[in-house]
């Protein structure tokens, strides 16, 4: 099944470590593929030491997406398609049972990550696998495959007040 955890609000992240969990608690494996998150976030540890969770992490160098010139998008695109392009050989040949693609829209959003790759991998997967993407403003043409589509609206933010993410909480 396709799930996708979209919106402006907070929680895709925690949803799909959440599931995650879950999975692996069940003794599935579970392939989590973080894209644009280069700084460290708590999810990493807690992932990185769960037993049939295989955490795949973005550089540390890289910038926040607004921050970079043109050159340094282009280096990142690439960074990002190897990411992705060893994500789904590893998904594929060891014979996860999830796989979560963390920020993946945002990465397609972009222009850093080609959609129809991303599209054709998730159509043509094994229909073993459990695929989760999360981000902001999914193309339409994923609503259309999804099975699980949640919602992530923001009523009401800290961030709306001037204050900054919060170790543990935010990030």
Known sequence: MIHIYFGDGKGKTTAAVGLSARAAGSNMKVLFVQFLKTEFSGERHTLSHT?????TLCPLELKYTFEMDEKEKAQAAKIFKGIFD???TTALTERYDVVVLDEIFDVINCGMAS????FEFITNAPKSIEIVMTGH?????FFEIADYITEFKKIKHPYD??????KGIEF
């Open 137 to 141: 403003n999914p193309p339409e043409r």
């Open 115 to 118: 959609e129809s790759e991303v």
């Open 51 to 55: 037993e049939n969770v295989t955490l």
């Open 161 to 166: 007040k001037g204050i900054t993410g919060r």
């Open 86 to 88: 060893s994500s789904v």
